[in-house]
């Protein structure tokens, strides 16, 4: 998306260029610099004393009023095509200061980014003074009690406090999809930059993986391995998830790798001699960045869905370990369902508006990286 | 068209003995094998190795994998062992109710949300489509089994007008009109649990097509031309803008079919995705293995017959 605009703005400013009448002259002075610069850079001119025109070069740059001069007989805006200087450009605004203004502009993603904060700092401030012990202690004389005094939100069939279970429960489920998303889309990004980077036989064989990783059903290859680990914790949890849902990122990332290697800028870069790990996450990343937000953001939510939905079944978290999804299990027993909405609702309620909140942050960021669909 | 056919024929191979491999390798890693359940406390241990080495279970996995697969081509898919019958039984008993199930929130998927992505993508901005596009909005963040809780709640026990779980009413003799009416009758929350949450995907894709359509110059030419407005959208726009969804057909039967899981739990239906659950909860991982076998094999189907009509509508894929 982002690459598209670009290119867009370029052939623009190309049209600019062109219908302000840069004279022939112009162009080849303009080639001149830039073989000069390229030859300074490495060291080997072309001719002549190296000395002399790396002086040239340096006074150049040091000179304000020349800059000056430079810049005045250069169309506004032509400036992408490598004859000037880089320093003297006017800079244009980096990638995550546009998401920061989109987000604000946007006043239903702010409102979302303002609640997913509220929830998120209640949820972890007051976890820090609730024991998860006397919690999940089961108390046979309070069981399935409606909201009272006691009870802010009532009781499971355990006597389990719900009120503590649900602010614990939404603390394991968004530090649960935090961690698999991280894990996911690290992975996924490495993956998908390594075959979109380097193509070819690599790229091919590398995406027959993620097709084949495409077509198996996840949520029940999930179900099987969660049964069969050995050691089953939140780490081998989340591990297990993540192994299933790298490919959404890895496809993007690596189309857009394609898409940038393109560009001259890598090109310049590898004729310089840049490595390729350092063009790939010094000089590539950068310009992914921005979408790579997005993706995560939007994969947040749905790993946080997925997670409740795997707590739901009974492949989750273990009960006195509660998830959102482990209070929505409960209403599973048609009792609970009909008659104690106190168990089941606020969770639902909560995972809903987790999820919408995350979306709407993640679909007010995917607008800033289409400058079309700026609100800013 | 052909050799496009059979080379997208030729990419599924590799998948399938991949997944295949996945599988099995899956199924040593699971506790038991195919004594576990026949075994008696008071047979020797002796026997209990003979019968093993009968069955081939002390062989190397590469030719105990060649005789599973050499097996499932001639029908053999093993012994449930909780069921203490062929997988294939098993499976069979379940597979007309998920098919059913998911023929009725395809046909409910593609009978709602057409019309609506048509009058969203027609009248876009307005009130109306605003109202659609805010419910798309809020469908793609709602996880289907909340759905599925707050319909069941909502229609199956507080209003009564569905029943809450299973397929069909107790006591009713198959085949007769009231076997059938019970059964629609029972499917009609699930399906709609379904079709509401997966509609969304469909009307969001018509309607962004309709509106990159109708600003294209052949409409404008048809409508120069005196074609009626309501033609022009039915015949002309609509027809453009529906190949994307063509396209995912098979994805989207695919999804139905394996994506039932959270849906067939709530609403106690005795489908393959209940079963699933049920295998593993009861370990009997002989058919937990088959139906991700299965499932993995539909997905692959899937993707082919959404690639050959891709080929199809899309003239361009072909090339390449």
């Known amino acids: 998306m982002d690459n598209k605009d670009n290119n867009g703005r370029l052939g623009r400013e190309h049209e600019e260029e062109n219908s302000e009448g840069v004279s022939e002259q112009e162009r080849m002075r303009r080639q001149e ?48 095509h490598g004859a000037l200087d880089s320093k003297n450009l006017p800079k244009s605004t980096p990638g995550w200061r546009i998401l920061i203004q989109e987000l ?44 009272s005094e006691d009870f802010r939100l009532g009781t499971d069939y355990g006597g389990r406090d719900i009120f503590g279970q649900l602010i614990i429960g939404t603390r394991n489920s968004l530090a649960i999809g935090i961690l698999v998303t991280a894990m996911s889309v690290g992975f996924g990004i490495a993956y998908g930059v390594v075959s979109g980077y380097f193509g070819g036989q690599i790229d091919n064989m590398m995406m027959r993986v993620v097709d084949f990783f495409m077509v198996l059903p996840f949520l029940m290859v999930i ?57 790939v996450f010094t000089q590539m990343m950068p310009n992914l960045i921005g979408i790579i937000i997005v993706n995560s953001t939007l994969s947040l939510a749905a790993n946080i869905g997925i997670e409740s939905g795997l707590s739901f079944i009974g492949f989750g978290f273990p009960e006195d370990y509660p998830s959102l999804g482990t209070l929505m299990a409960y209403a599973t027993n048609s009792q609970t369902l009909q008659h104690r909405w106190w168990i089941w609702v606020p969770a639902a309620v909560l995972i809903l508006l987790m999820m919408l909140c995350v979306r709407n942050i993640g679909e007010a960021l995917r607008r800033a990286g289409d400058a079309r669909q700026r609100q800013a | 068209m052909l050799k496009f056919t059979i080379r997208r024929l030729l990419v599924t191979f590799p998948q399938l003995v991949v997944l295949s491999v996945l599988v099995f390798i899956m199924g040593s890693m699971m506790p038991g094998d195919a ?30 994998y060649r005789d599973w697969v050499f097996a499932m081509f001639q029908g053999d898919f093993g012994n449930s062992i909780f069921h203490q019958r062929p997988v294939l ?61 707050v319909i069941l709640w909502v229609f199956g026990y507080n209003l009564d007008l569905f029943p809450t779980g299973g397929s069909v009413g107790p006591g009713i003799e198959p085949g007769t009109l009231d076997f059938v009416l019970s059964k629609i009758n029972h499917l009609v929350l699930p399906s709609f649990a379904i079709a509401l949450i997966g509609l969304v995907g469909t009307v969001q894709y018509l309607r962004s097509g309709i509106i990159e359509t109708k600003q294209k110059d052949f409409i404008v030419l048809a409508r120069a031309k005196g074609v009626k407005e309501s033609s022009v959208y039915s015949k002309h726009i609509f027809r453009n803008s529906i190949l994307p969804i063509a396209a995912f057909f098979g994805y989207e039967i695919v999804a ?11 609403y106690s239906y005795p489908g393959m995705g209940r079963l699933f659950l049920d295998s593993i909860s009861t370990r009997d991982f002989s058919v937990a293995n088959i139906l991700i076998l299965f499932y ?25």
């Open chain 2, 35 to 64: 004594l576990s359940g026949l075994i008696d406390p008071t047979i020797p241990r002796e026997a209990i190795e003979a019968r093993r080495e009968a069955l081939g279970l002390n062989n190397p996995w590469y030719i105990q």
């Open chain 1, 104 to 147: 604000i502009a946007d006043k239903l993603a702010l409102f979302s980014l303002i609640i997913f904060v509220l929830i998120t700092s209640y949820v972890f401030g007051l976890t820090m003074f609730l024991d998860r012990q006397t919690i999940v202690a089961v108390d046979l004389f309070a069981i399935n009690e409606p909201p």
């Open chain 2, 89 to 149: 039984d098993v499976i069979g008993d379940r597979l007309m109710n998920t098919i059913w199930l998911s023929l009725f929130s395809t046909v409910l998927i593609y009978l709602l949300g057409l019309p609506l992505g048509l009058v969203s993508g027609r009248y876009n901005d307005s009130l109306l489509d605003t109202t659609i596009t805010g419910y798309t909005y809020l469908g793609f963040a709602t996880p289907q089994f909340i759905f599925g809780l």
């Open chain 2, 256 to 266: 139905l079919l394996g994506g039932s899981i959270f849906i067939e739990m709530i």
């Open chain 1, 33 to 80: 610099e830039l073989d000069d610069r390229a030859s300074a850079s490495d060291g080997r001119p072309r001719s002549g004393d190296p000395f002399e025109a790396r002086s040239r070069d340096t006074h150049r740059y040091e000179k304000g009023d020349m800059d000056m001069s430079v810049k005045a007989d250069i169309p506004h805006g032509a400036s992408g």
């Open chain 1, 223 to 279: 179900i099987v391995f969660v049964t069969i680990s050995p050691s089953y914790n939140i780490f081998t949890f989340s591990l297990i998830m993540a192994a299933f849902l790298w490919t959404g990122t890895a496809r993007l990332v690596r189309s857009l790798a394609i898409q940038e290697k393109e560009l001259d800028y890598i090109n310049a870069s590898r004729t310089m001699g840049s490595s390729h790990l350092k063009i």
């Open chain 2, 296 to 320: 993995g094999f539909m997905a692959i189907v899937g993707a082919l017959l959404s690639d050959i009509i891709l080929s199809i509508v899309d003239p361009r894929i072909r090339i390449k």
